[in-house]
């Protein structure tokens, strides 16, 4: 009887972990609409031409009396948003490791997100300043719920099924992502069709990944659950200023060399990584003369793929590990950025088999390193060292697109520029082969995996 009880309870708690996966995996649903659809496809270009609109006669519009070129006013905002991330995600995080109360700020920040970005129907006219706040608000929001949304992974999945949630979770976002695309595209491209102008479908686009995104968080709302947590002796750090409490998250990281060694190597090849993504548009149109239909496609291509590589990698990682697998995919991206370098110039298909190699590989080397750094977090401690992480994933990629720009400002190459990128990837496979993984997740108290 008594075997019978403890074989009960344990069926029943492997039944509510899934159940709390299968919600988990729906937020990356929910809101990776938003990087997809909005910041990498539409909002730009149209942010951009509302500036323009709105500016003088010297081409420069004037928030708070600052006098701003038009073309550069969106960059400003993406990188404005990452300093408010960077100062409210400690304070957050903190906040919810004290509290365990992670699932009402998960909720607050989707939906303050989610509201921005559905607001962003009523961009008509020269209203960039209202743009530029809502892209404010919406892209900090997105890193503050995405930085408590992996702070769950360790608690959700017990260290033997990490890798294959974490990629499950990506796949289903860039699932989502690919889906919402296509339907953005098809109405913008046909918007005449459809009775509306071309503006009109661009903030139709816009305010449904809003929607969606709120929509779509009900469900890990409904599913996720909060922890009991011990009361924190440092109570009065956590509820400090941002900066602060980001000094008093240094400080205790500092404690554990060999996580912060990780979250380093992390920060190196995952620099490389968004800058391959931010600027492969550039060197498609303005070094191969590619179309903007053929650099959507691409887009389009990465997403669907990036599923498949997912996936793939998460299967891979039971066999090998996670940090193999990791190592192997920056490999990988050497080899694609060595191919993307003799690509012939007017060339749709090897922009677009670049494409593919890049999909295969983006999904598994970000859900890896996600589930692999969840291993190194102390117990009690997952939503302060998940905002240092989000913030090494968002809020610290500024090195890669300075070295593309003067690269290309030196030799007035774009090919010299992306071959430039190597030294990410090989710079961060050194460092992330140096870091002993079993040793450093023993250092921090958690159980080690058979396989990592």
């Not at 929001?141 to 990506?170: C, F, H, K, T």
């Not at 440092?234 to 409490?245: H, N, S, V």
């Not at 990128?421 to 496979?429: A, D, S």
């Amino acid at each position: 009887m008594g075997i019978d009880t403890v074989r009960t309870t344990a069926s029943d708690e492997a039944a509510g972990r899934r159940r709390e996966q299968r919600g988990w995996y729906f937020y990356d649903w929910a809101c990776s609409v938003y990087s997809t659809s909005v910041l990498t496809v539409f909002l730009g270009p149209y942010l951009t031409s509302v500036a323009k609109h709105a500016a003088d006669a010297d081409g420069y519009v004037h928030p708070l009396g600052i006098p701003v070129r038009a073309g550069s006013f969106f960059a400003y905002s993406v990188s404005l948003s990452v300093i408010v991330a960077v100062l409210v995600m400690p304070l957050v995080g903190a906040a919810a490791d004290r509290t365990g109360r992670k699932k009402p700020l998960l909720g607050a920040a989707a939906y303050v997100g989610a509201t921005a970005t559905a607001c962003m129907f009523f961009l008509g006219g020269d209203r960039y300043l209202l743009g530029g706040v809502l892209l404010i608000v919406a892209n900090a929001a997105q890193s503050v719920s995405m930085m408590l949304y992996n702070s769950y992974l360790p608690q959700i999945a017990p260290p033997e099924e990490r890798d294959a949630v974490s990629s499950r979770g990506w796949a289903f976002g860039y699932a989502a992502g690919s889906l919402v695309l296509v339907v953005n595209l098809v109405l913008y491209l046909a918007h005449d069709s459809f009775g509306v102008s071309e503006s009109t479908a661009v903030r139709i686009c816009l305010a449904s990944a809003g929607l969606w995104w709120g929509g779509f968080t009900l469900v890990p709302l409904l599913r996720l659950r909060d922890r009991p947590t011990a009361a924190r002796a440092d109570r009065k750090e956590a509820t400090a200023p941002g900066l602060r409490q980001l000094a008093a998250t240094v400080r205790d990281m500092r404690r554990h060399p060999l996580t912060l060694a990780f979250l380093l190597a992390y920060l190196v090849y995952n620099d490389g990584i968004q800058t391959v993504i931010s600027q492969a548009s550039v060197y498609g149109s303005e070094e191969l003369g590619l179309s903007q239909s053929t650099l959507i496609g691409a887009v389009l291509l990465v997403q669907i793929l990036a599923v498949a590589g997912a996936l793939g990698m998460g299967r891979l990682a039971r066999t090998y590990g996670a940090k193999r697998t990791i190592l192997g995919s920056l490999v990988a991206w050497t080899l694609t950025l060595g191919a993307g370098y003799f690509l012939p110039a007017g060339a749709p298909v090897g922009f677009f088999l670049l494409a593919a190699a890049i999909g295969l590989v983006l999904g598994g080397s970000q859900a890896l390193s996600r589930s692999l750094f969840s291993h190194l977090v102390p117990p009690g401690k997952e939503a302060e060292y998940f905002s240092a992480y989000e913030m090494s994933d968002r809020g610290m990629s500024w090195l890669g697109p300075l070295l593309f720009g003067i690269t290309y400002q030196l030799t007035g190459s774009y090919r010299d520029a992306i071959i430039s990128l190597v030294v990410f990837f090989v710079i961060g496979f050194l460092l992330l082969a140096r870091v002993p993984v079993r040793r450093a997740i023993e250092d921090v108290g958690n159980p080690v995996p058979e396989r990592i």
